[in-house]
């Protein structure tokens, strides 16, 4: 089964930073592409970052200059920095890739259960 796990989420004080982190749960699997979403109690879920194949990154306008998506291929990791977080930045943070087996088997639409961030003012 094909899983995302997130983690490094928790509680910042504004002005301060923090690290999510997103790889396999238990397969391995190569991340081709990734995003990251997040989820403020009673909104929908919002897109963040996302990197493409390329290299080529976007982001929200809410968070650039703030946040920098990356990847590790040797760990099949990608991460989001967050620096300056401000108390609008609290959410459930999701990061969503398209993966690729080692057979060649490709995912493209892995979601990870979640973590949750909190900035306090």
């Known amino acids: 089964q094909v899983q995302l796990v997130e983690s490094g989420g928790g509680l910042a004080q504004t002005g301060g930073s923090l690290r999510l982190s997103c790889a396999s749960s238990g397969s391995t699997f190569t991340i081709n592409a990734g995003a990251w979403y997040r989820q403020a109690p009673g909104k929908q879920r919002d897109f963040v970052a996302r990197f493409f194949n390329s290299g080529r990154t976007t982001y929200a306008d809410s968070v650039k200059g703030r946040f920098t998506i990356s990847r590790d291929d040797a760990k099949n990791t990608m991460y989001l920095q967050m620096n300056s977080l401000k108390p609008d930045d609290t959410a459930v943070y999701y990061c969503?890739?398209?993966?690729?087996?080692?057979?060649?088997?490709?995912?493209?639409?892995?979601w990870g259960q979640g973590t949750q961030v909190t900035v306090s003012s």
């Open positions: 969503n890739a398209a993966v690729v087996l080692p057979g060649g088997r490709m995912y493209p639409d892995v």
